[in-house]
């Protein structure tokens, strides 16, 4: 009887252990410095945007999370050329938030490409944002961190959009006034992107030599819009790069958008740590590529750090 109740005894003991273990397991599962990133379907106006979130563990969080949504380039995708996945932890470990999307036609995106346009890119901000105020609780203060096509977007989204943002980061902005803005299509011969422009407006969409067709609202929206006057309207805190060895925006293009950076209040143009990158601030040997990455993201971090605290 007593061999009975001492292996009762050492079952119940076991029991407890066991449970006492799952419970530490979820409390360090929920205080985890940065938790497994979650991919989700977003709502949105035209369907579902696929998208990736990254929380900050529960330790990081100090009052209203602030978020900030990454957007991609002209035919890239959420993984922003393998800069956002790593960018997403360095801003958890600093109790941001973050997600990153999928525009139209792009990485997971079921839409045709012709659906692409400033107009679509604001919206599907525009519903990523509310999504994650209503199911992450992200209250706090609000950035946008754009790479070329995406920069453009951000530096325009304070006109286009109804979310106020705290501060913007652009990479590479593809910020040329008007159709300049399309000038990687072929940045040899302008000519031939003007032609390209007519093209599409005429037919209504064009093809391209990155393999997508473009449509003739888009070209519209980039005829009318112009991002650095955008900028200096909207007035808030801008961080731009560009890297040394970019080979699909102008002189022109680089230049005014400094100047337009260096004129606004608390923001800072960062040049030197990418002189030797390319337009996605990688290059051909690898230890410079994660060079150039890691320069990208402390840059990044810190300007975002002191912007949404």
Not at 32 to 47: D, T, W, Y
Request: charged share 20%; proline share 5%.
């Amino acid at each position: 009887m007593k061999e009975i109740k001492r292996r009762r005894a050492m079952m119940v003991l076991w029991g407890c252990i066991s449970v006492l273990a799952l419970c530490a397991a979820g409390m360090l599962a929920l205080l985890l410095p940065v938790p497994a990133a979650e991919e989700v379907q977003i709502p949105g106006a035209r369907g579902n945007i696929p998208a990736t979130v990254q929380m900050p563990g529960k330790l990081a969080r100090t009052g209203e999370v602030p978020l900030v949504v990454m957007c991609h380039g002209f035919t890239g995708n959420r993984g922003g050329d393998g800069h956002f996945e790593p960018l997403a932890r360095d801003l958890a470990e600093q109790g941001i938030a973050s997600v990153r999307l999928d525009f139209a036609g792009c990485g997971d995106s079921t839409e045709p490409y012709t659906e692409y346009t400033l107009t679509n890119m604001a919206a599907d901000v525009e519903a990523v944002i509310a999504y994650m105020q209503k199911e992450y609780d992200t209250d706090g203060r609000k950035a946008l961190v754009g790479h070329s096509m995406g920069g453009r977007l951000a530096s325009l989204y304070p006109k286009l959009g109804s979310s106020p943002m705290s501060a913007l980061v652009l990479w590479s902005p593809a910020n040329g006034a008007g159709l300049q803005g399309l000038e990687f299509l072929n940045i040899n011969d302008f000519s031939q992107v003007e032609a390209l422009a007519a093209e599409a407006e005429a037919n209504g969409q064009v093809a391209t030599k990155w393999g997508v067709e473009i449509s003739a609202a888009f070209v519209q929206e980039m005829r009318d819009s112009d991002p650095n006057a955008a900028l200096r309207e909207a007035g808030i805190p801008v961080l731009l790069t560009y890297s040394g060895k970019d080979t699909v925006l102008s002189e022109q293009t680089i230049s005014e958008t400094i100047a337009t950076v260096q004129s606004l209040p608390d923001s800072t143009v960062v040049l030197d740590p990418f002189v030797e990158g390319d337009h996605n601030y990688t290059a051909e040997d690898a230890a410079l590529s994660a060079q150039l990455d890691a320069s990208l993201r402390e840059t990044t971090v810190t300007f975002l750090n002191n912007a949404l605290k």
